[in-house]
């Protein structure tokens, strides 16, 4: 049994999808879960969409050319009295007559139900494809499957009634040809619609591997492998033929997008291997990641943006104990918020954390009475792992620095970008 993950980018426009059939032939001899993200852009729009509903803008323009987008890509599979448009038709009208109804609803249970469209769109196409090109292809829906928790838009994962569901019903529809599911999406105990966090696909790719005890999990990508940086940010940037699960672990926490975070600890409990390979060249190898004994690879570059620096100071000429500590980690946990970055002083507690939703400002709100808050926002998180004098050389100067760490292992440099910190210089003298 082996676990396929193709992302928004194999499935952009029909031709990609045709070479997504290209790829499973080569392997549809084999017992195959095929995971699948929404096309393209997808869930961009989606997003666009709901913030133009909460907003009481006119959205039925962005949920029409949503609709054409996915009308477009099957008018390139498809003839024109093909069933998929009619399917398609009445997954609009679902979603109109949904936004139509939900006045008073959550913001993130709008989101959720809003955002996990686009996998449900891109797998019904696909699967219509694959039935008549490849092989007979089950399509199942993965919130009857994934089971979570109530936190609609960052979902924790109820593994104990998951795994069940998994192993107990997959097995059968994957002995009578392939199974198409989504990615990204799950559902609570009241059957809502739950969402695993932006990019979560490779995270169901590796929940459906562990339920299925899976010989392998693949992530299908427009890169060749795990790569030491961000090919389009450094040319030189090169491919890491093999890791530990622990390194690639490391990877992700610090923001490397090549794999959502989430993904490997299910897969290394299970001593599951995770490839990561190029589905323009399906043919090469690409990334391998399992319990191997792989050798030092160079350093690792990894950027990430949207970056908030949050500094909390006493308010009554005391130090930061336990006591204030535990406050702001009790708020983070109870929020769900990552720290990317932190550091303290005596009177002082600073953290970096990505800008997601509201819980920036819900994190503020909860403290402010217990601290003096100052924050910046718009900054960049640069992060080398495994560095050496090379390596730091190689990172450009930055003109507002606001923060630098460095560990045995680990470097980091928070920083005001470029472009904003040219705007803001120009604001100054004017």
Not at 285 to 308: D, L, R, Y
């Amino acid at each position: 049994m082996k676990v396929f993950k193709f992302g928004g980018a194999s499935v952009k426009d029909a031709e990609s999808v045709k070479n997504v059939a290209e790829v499973i032939k080569m392997f549809c001899d084999e017992e195959l879960v095929i995971v699948v993200s929404a096309m393209g852009k997808t869930t961009n729009h989606l997003e666009e969409l709901v913030q133009l509903y909460v907003d009481k803008q006119d959205w039925k323009i962005k949920l029409d050319w949503i609709k054409n987008f996915h009308l477009d890509i099957s008018h390139g599979l498809f003839d024109e009295k093909h069933e998929i448009y009619e399917r398609i038709e009445s997954i609009f009208d679902g979603i109109a007559e949904y936004l139509e109804g939900a006045e008073g609803k959550r913001y993130a249970e709008i989101y959720s139900e809003m955002v996990s469209q686009g996998e449900l769109l891109s797998t019904r196409i696909i699967r219509h494809y694959l039935n008549e090109n490849v092989k007979k292809t089950t399509w199942l829906d993965a919130r009857e499957y994934i089971k979570t928790d109530f936190n609609f838009t960052d979902s924790r994962v109820d593994w104990e009634i998951t795994k069940r569901n998994i192993s107990s019903k997959i097995p059968s529809f994957t002995k009578d040809g392939l199974v198409i599911s989504q990615g990204f999406i799950g559902s609570n105990s009241e059957g809502k619609t739950t969402t695993l966090g932006r990019e979560g696909s490779d995270f169901s790719a590796a929940i459906f591997a562990t339920g299925l005890q899976a010989e392998s999990v693949t992530v299908w990508k427009d890169v060749p492998g795990v790569m030491t940086a961000d090919p389009r940010k450094m040319p030189e940037a090169m491919v890491i033929p093999e890791l530990k699960y622990t390194d690639a672990a490391e990877m992700t926490y610090y923001g490397a997008s090549i794999i959502h975070p989430r993904t490997i600890k299910p897969l290394a409990q299970n001593k599951i291997k995770l490839y990561v390979r190029p589905f323009t060249a399906p043919e090469n190898i690409g990334t391998v990641i399992g319990k191997g004994h792989a050798e030092k690879h160079p350093a690792s570059f990894i950027v990430k943006t949207k970056q908030v620096f949050i500094e909390f100071g006493v308010t009554d000429f005391t130090f930061i104990n336990e006591k204030k500590l535990s406050l702001l980690f009790n708020a983070l946990d109870q929020l769900n918020i990552k720290i990317n970055l932190m550091q303290n002083s005596a009177v002082s507690f600073a953290i970096c954390i990505d800008k997601k939703f509201d819980k920036v400002e819900k994190l503020i709100e909860r403290l402010k009475g217990d601290f003096e808050i100052e924050m910046r926002e718009n900054l960049e998180l640069l992060t080398v792992i495994g560095y050496d004098d090379l390596a730091l050389s190689q990172i450009y100067h930055r003109s507002d620095v606001i923060l630098e760490q460095k560990t045995k292992k680990v470097y980091h440099l928070l920083y005001v970008p470029e472009k904003i910190h040219k705007e803001l210089s120009a604001q100054k003298k004017n």
